[in-house]
């Protein structure tokens, strides 16, 4: 699958403590290109750069030198107010602790990100339910999160990362507060939503055998690739 690049990374840097004494360099000039369309996963031992890349990625965190072009606009040349519009619209995420918002229902959950672009009520409703039947919970649409098991709420936390239609989803460990059946569940909806609807997913797992079951493996460690490869992808194995 090779379609036009949605993700460009080049000699991506990101230091900490910069100009100082005990200045620290993480990642080490990544070069990084995903295809509109593929399903990638990054792996690597804690401590690998995995975190301090999908921060960047997902445009939580600049890198200190390289470029980055997300679906065609370059990050680095955006302020604050730009980059959290492009994290609204470009970028779905899916974190390991579902970041739900405690004291409201499952469907205003989905809704959020369309209220924060400014997407008209009766649409961001309607949408919201399409999306809650997608991930097959359409009967919890009224449910507050505290009444959801750890499945449910991670298949809201999916439909709110599509809510803006992004260019990307980036899964942050998404099965990794879940028991294997449930963690199964959950990765059976990104396969649906990469195969039906052609969706660019970024999975950042510790998991080899999750990550076999995407497109493509890029393996970090000590902040430098170490590995990119095609993989087989679709696990349907329990």
Do not use: W
């Not at 065609?72 to 970041?99: M, Y």
């Not at 959020?112 to 009967?139: C, F, H, I, N, W």
């Not at 990307?168 to 028991?179: C, Q, R, Y």
């Amino acid at each position: 699958m090779s379609g036009r690049p949605v993700i460009t990374m080049k000699g991506i840097v990101k230091s900490f403590y910069i100009g100082t004494p005990n200045e620290l360099e993480i990642l080490h000039g990544l070069d990084i290109e995903v295809p509109e369309g593929q399903f990638v996963s990054i792996v690597g031992a804690s401590g690998s750069g995995k975190s301090t890349l999908m921060n960047i990625i997902g445009a939580l965190d600049r890198q200190t030198s390289g470029q980055y072009i997300l679906d065609g606009i370059d990050v680095a040349k955006l302020d604050d107010t730009e980059l959290s519009k492009i994290r609204n619209k470009k970028i779905g995420f899916v974190f390991q602790t579902f970041n739900l918002i405690a004291r409201t229902s499952a469907i205003k959950n989905v809704e959020l990100p369309m209220l924060y672009a400014g997407v008209q009520s009766k649409e961001r409703s309607k949408r919201a339910k399409e999306l809650l039947e997608t991930v097959e919970m359409s009967d919890r649409a009224s449910h507050m999160p505290n009444e959801l098991s750890g499945g449910q709420k991670q298949r809201i936390a999916i439909a709110r990362a599509m809510a803006n239609d992004p260019a990307i989803i980036l899964a942050d460990e998404p099965t990794g507060a879940l028991d294997s059946k449930t963690g199964r569940l959950v990765m059976d909806i990104f396969h649906k939503l990469h195969k039906e609807q052609g969706k660019t997913i970024v999975l950042i797992t510790h998991n080899p055998e999750l990550a076999a079951e995407t497109d493509r493996i890029i393996t970090l460690s000590d902040g430098r690739i170490v590995g990119d490869r095609l993989s087989g992808g679709e696990g349907e194995q329990v």
